[in-house]
């Protein structure tokens, strides 16, 4: 999957600093997928036209293990 909406990307999505300095893999379940996607596209997509540009994105998905570091 490349796009969770029309201009959120996968990788922006689970993006993580932390995960990557501690080697965990911050992939989300069939389920949070499906809610990010819910997300995506009645959040940030229609924050994006109000604000008529991109957004920036942070922690939009931290699976268990990234939580508790």
């Not at 969770?4 to 999505?13: A, D, L, N, V, W």
């Not at 689970?14 to 009645?42: C, F, W």
């Not at 940030?44 to 957004?55: A, D, K, M």
Request: hydrophobic share 35%; glycine share 6%.
């Amino acid at each position: 999957m490349s796009k969770i909406s029309k201009h959120i990307s996968y990788k922006e999505g689970v993006y993580s600093n932390t995960a990557l300095r501690r080697g965990i893999d911050n992939i989300p379940s069939t389920e949070a997928l499906a809610n990010m996607q819910v997300i995506a596209e009645n959040i940030f997509e229609p924050l994006r036209t109000y604000v008529g540009g991109p957004i920036k994105i942070n922690s939009f998905f931290r699976c268990p293990d990234l939580n508790k570091a």
